[in-house]
């Protein structure tokens, strides 16, 4: 089951120029919470932030207070762990090019020193059969590199990998954005299923994206979340004019 | 009567005047004379080496060490068996520091201590390789008052240690930042990502500029002349003189006896042929792609 | 122990929790980082010591020379071991003149490989060329040098000095009887080792002009040599110049092949045909007999004299060639 997020009064910058201004909302367990917005207005500067990936950027930082479930992500905790529970997918597909598929997936187990052998196939064949995957690289786990596969496949691999360390919170920064229509359709059937098991973050510039998959919306504008409500009311009768204008193309 | 102006077009159908095709054929003649005379020696380098050297390479000259002067016989095997020593015990130094080097420089140097090591780097790779020899006399065989295989090989260690520092920073570079990112999303500690992701990545690059330093060490001589300093017999250990073939090349080519001379035409050829399959090598896991699919 | 549960294709099976506790023992990796950290920073550091090694030996080790005879050692004439008077002006000349004359040679011949190679020689061409070409400077100093002993050395002898004393003889250059070994010597196998650097720098500046230059140099109707002349040329001097320098610091430095066919006899003449001696030579040839305190310290400080100079050289040759390719990281140039 996955847990709900809470975030309080977030802000973050690079270098000197601040990206958020006090966001504070909530992602609820079990449901998939969309992120919109025009570009450049901190939707994935957000995400990241949930998982501690934005201070990789040198001279990057943010403070506030990020809860996922119980775990406390700014307070207490090394943000190597935090990142272990918290599960990512980028925009541009991003396998391991040196690893085959079953190196790949198994990869965030491996490197944080899990080898048991015979629980590593299991969970191997359990995350890509999560992912929609399986059937179709089950005979070259091992001969294939991740590398070799298509875009949409390549996404779907990454989305494994994802999961087989067992996060409960998966944060998707425009995982479709990179790939076809078909793919991002497969992909998008994906996110309906593990709502039952994950909690799910999505960036999406595309809008009718935001609507087909996720249960709640927030819109984001210049850093600050301007509303977050029932995808339904966001994209019918929204509180917010500069929401409205958005949703209607009357910019972004 | 009216005045007719010439029109402009008639000025575009005016032939390129005759010096201009002609500068323009004698420039193309000119470079294409200066390929040849390049060219042309490089021919008969590797042409003389062949004709003279081949004659010389049998059994004899592999496996056993110089006879006295004066007696027709004798080889270079210890001469061989020296230089892969010296730079073995270069390499074992040179190759970690190197890469650690330019695993600094690429993921945590983008800094100014970052740009000082770099240039530092660059500057190190123009010392005149003499020069290197003095320092490593000065530390190694001053302080353990004689010559020895680990002087020799801390000289060519000093001339290793930039170039791999420099060619494992542009490798590790290339490799694109969402791989990284990819690790990092996953919970992997920044020194795993670098060891296990970032150097796997690219460990075709950095092997290939490995070799290239390596290739480059391999035949040098003036660094050894006063470290290695050279030996008639073989020698194993780290503290003694050794021999070494670019070292011996040269004592032969410029002695007097026909004999070392036809020896020394051997060992040169022996000495290239080894150097050819590293550049050739390098050339090939090159252009298998260095970073496989990872773009 | 419990094996693989089958997994039916609709049920999409356990997250954290089904398995009780959490798949990753949580750990801290900060001191590892830390410690991977410092082991790279040393390393880097290595490189810096290094430089700063050599400095303070050659340093200390000419200590002796400097307080002997100043800065008039390398005015001086006289290299006399037996009474200890050494001074580094024939050195320094044979250094300056081998590698002029190198420059002279090489020059010309590296710009126009690498205007062939990179302006006009047919597509299939260009690889095998320019695999060649660095081929050239994979070749030890001392397989050059064996080669000049016996190949180019007799050939001077027989031909090439003959001829010179003939045709160029009123230079005054070239007078003296043609032993072969000699400043020509060195400074035609300095001038080929140096052609490669020379000729790859030269490439590289070339490719980084953009194409727009040549285009616009073509659309106005130049033929193609004007266009290579105005457009990428002009565009590529200051980086050119720089190879060029690059292949100085090059030919100063060069110890081997000199060595074996410029004569080593510390002398300074007018011909070209005179034997001659370098630094790097000098070193070469008698640093390990070197007797006596004085002696050695002569020596470390030509080698120190022999540093500076090819450092301030390639420094400026690094600056030059960085304007035109601006950003692209350097490339060690073996």
Redesign the interface.
């Given at each position: 089951m996955g847990v709900g997020i809470k975030v309080e009064k977030l802000n973050a910058w690079f270098g000197k120029t601040q990206a958020l201004y006090d966001i504070t909302m909530e992602a609820p367990a079990n449901h998939a919470t969309a992120v919109i917005g025009p570009s450049g207005c901190g939707k994935s500067t957000f995400v990241r932030c949930l998982n501690r990936m934005h201070e990789t950027v040198p001279d990057a930082r943010a403070t506030g207070r990020v809860r996922i479930g119980e775990l406390d992500v700014y307070n207490g905790t090394a943000a190597v762990q935090i990142r272990r529970r918290i599960g990512m997918v980028f925009q541009k597909p991003n396998p391991f090019p040196t690893m085959s598929i079953y190196d790949n997936v198994a990869a965030g187990l491996k490197l944080n020193g899990f080898h048991d052998h015979a629980r590593l196939d299991e969970i191997v064949e359990r995350s890509l059969k999560l992912s929609a995957l399986w059937d179709e690289v089950k005979d070259s786990l091992r001969k294939k590199s991740g590398a070799s596969l298509s875009g949409g496949q390549q996404q779907r691999l990454c989305i494994a990998r994802a999961l087989a360390v067992e996060p409960q919170v998966l944060l998707m920064d425009e995982p479709c954005s990179a790939l076809d229509p078909i793919s991002t359709g497969k992909i998008e059937e994906l996110i309906f299923q593990l709502k039952e098991k994950f909690t799910i973050v999505i960036v999406t510039h595309n809008m009718q994206q935001a609507s087909r998959v996720a249960e709640f919306t927030g819109f984001f504008l210049l850093g600050k979340l301007i509303e977050l409500d029932k995808t339904e009311k966001i994209f019918t009768t929204p509180s917010d004019k500069r929401t409205e204008d958005y949703i209607t193309g009357r910019f972004g | 009567m009216p005045e007719t102006v010439t029109a402009t077009s008639d000025f575009a159908a005016t032939p390129?005047s005759l010096w201009?095709?002609g500068?323009?054929s004698?420039?193309?003649l000119?470079?294409?004379?200066?390929?040849v005379?390049?060219?042309l020696?490089?021919g008969?380098?590797f042409g003389?080496?062949i004709y003279?050297g081949i004659g010389s390479i049998n059994w004899a000259f592999l496996t056993q060490t110089p006879k006295p002067v004066g007696e027709a016989g004798g080889g270079m095997a210890n001469a061989i068996a020296g230089s892969a020593w010296i730079l073995l015990i270069a390499s074992s130094m040179g190759v970690?520091?190197?890469?650690?080097?330019g695993?600094?420089?690429a993921?945590?140097?983008?800094n100014r201590?970052?740009n000082?090591?770099?240039f530092?780097?660059?500057?190190?790779?123009?010392?005149?390789?003499?020069?290197?020899?003095?320092?490593a006399?000065?530390?190694v065989v001053l302080t353990q008052g004689h010559f020895s295989a680990l002087a020799g090989g801390v000289a060519l260690a000093?001339m290793m240690?930039?170039?791999i520092?420099?060619?494992t920073?542009?490798m590790l570079?290339l490799v694109?930042n969402?791989?990284r990112?990819?690790?990092?999303?996953?919970?992997?500690?920044?020194?795993?990502?670098?060891?296990?992701?970032t150097l796997?990545?690219a460990?075709s690059g950095v092997i290939t500029g490995v070799m290239?330093?390596f290739?480059?060490v391999?035949?040098?001589?003036?660094p050894l002349?006063?470290t290695a300093?050279g030996n008639q017999y073989w020698n194993w250990k780290m503290n003694q003189p050794t021999a070494a073939l670019?070292l011996q090349?040269?004592t032969y080519?410029?002695s007097p006896f026909d004999e070392w001379?036809r020896q020394?035409?051997a060992g040169?050829l022996i000495?290239?042929v080894l150097?050819?399959l590293a550049?050739s090598a390098v050339?090939i896991v090159a252009s298998h792609g260095m970073?496989?699919?990872?773009n | 122990m419990k094996g693989p549960q089958p997994v039916a294709k609709q049920e999409v099976v356990g997250s954290a929790g089904t398995q009780g506790e959490p798949l990753l023992k949580a750990g801290n990796s900060h001191i590892a980082d830390a410690i991977f950290h410092l082991a790279m920073l040393a390393c880097g550091l290595c490189v810096l010591a290094l430089v700063g090694l050599i400095i303070y030996e050659l340093m200390s080790g000419s200590r002796l020379s400097w307080h002997t005879f100043g800065m008039k050692f390398f005015f001086r004439s006289e290299w006399d071991p037996v009474n200890e008077q050494f001074g580094a002006l024939p050195f320094v000349y044979g250094t300056l003149v081998s590698s002029l004359l190198a420059l002279l040679i090489a020059v010309p011949l590296a710009v126009g490989v690498a205007v062939f190679i990179t302006e006009m020689c047919p597509r299939w061409l260009k690889g095998p060329l320019a695999f060649t070409t660095e081929l050239l400077a994979a070749i030890p100093s001392v397989i050059y040098g064996l080669w000049a002993i016996f190949v180019l050395v007799p050939l001077l002898r027989q031909y090439g000095e003959p001829f010179c004393a003939r045709y160029l003889g009123w230079t005054g250059m070239f007078e003296g009887p043609p032993y072969g070994i000699g400043m020509l010597a060195a400074g035609i196998i300095l001038a080929i080792m140096v052609v490669p650097i020379i000729s790859s720098i030269t490439r590289e500046v070339m490719t980084a002009v953009p194409q727009q230059q040549r285009e616009a140099v073509l659309a106005l109707g130049a033929t193609r040599w004007e266009m290579i002349r105005t457009g990428v040329l002009r565009n590529a001097r200051a980086g050119i110049l720089g190879g060029v320098i690059l292949g100085l610091g090059r030919a100063l430095g060069e110890t081997m092949a000199v060595t074996m066919v410029i004569g080593n006899r510390p002398e300074i003449a007018r011909s070209l045909f005179a034997p001659g001696y370098t630094m790097a030579s000098v070193i070469a040839n008698e640093f390990s007999e070197a007797t006596g305190d004085t002696y050695l310290s002569a020596l470390i400080e030509i080698g120190l004299a022999l540093f500076i100079v090819t450092i301030l050289v390639n420094i400026l040759a690094q600056f030059l060639v960085w304007t035109v390719t601006r950003g692209t990281p350097a490339r060690s140039h073996a």
């Open positions: - | 390129i201009r095709r500068m323009n004698l420039a193309t000119a470079a294409g004379a200066a390929v005379l390049v060219l020696p490089l008969a380098v003389y080496l003279k970690p520091i190197g890469i650690g080097a695993i600094y420089l993921e945590y140097g983008r201590l970052g000082i090591i770099r530092t780097a660059d500057v190190l790779n123009g010392v005149p390789s003499i020069v290197v020899g003095i320092v006399y000065a530390i000093i240690i930039p170039t520092a420099r060619t920073e542009e570079w694109p969402t791989v990112e990819a690790a990092y999303g996953l919970g992997v500690s920044r020194w795993r990502t670098t060891l296990s992701i796997r990545t460990t290239l330093a290739a480059r391999a035949g040098e001589t003036a002349l006063f300093f670019s090349i040269f080519a410029i001379h020394a035409w040169a000495l290239i150097i050819v550049v050339r970073l496989k699919g990872a | -």
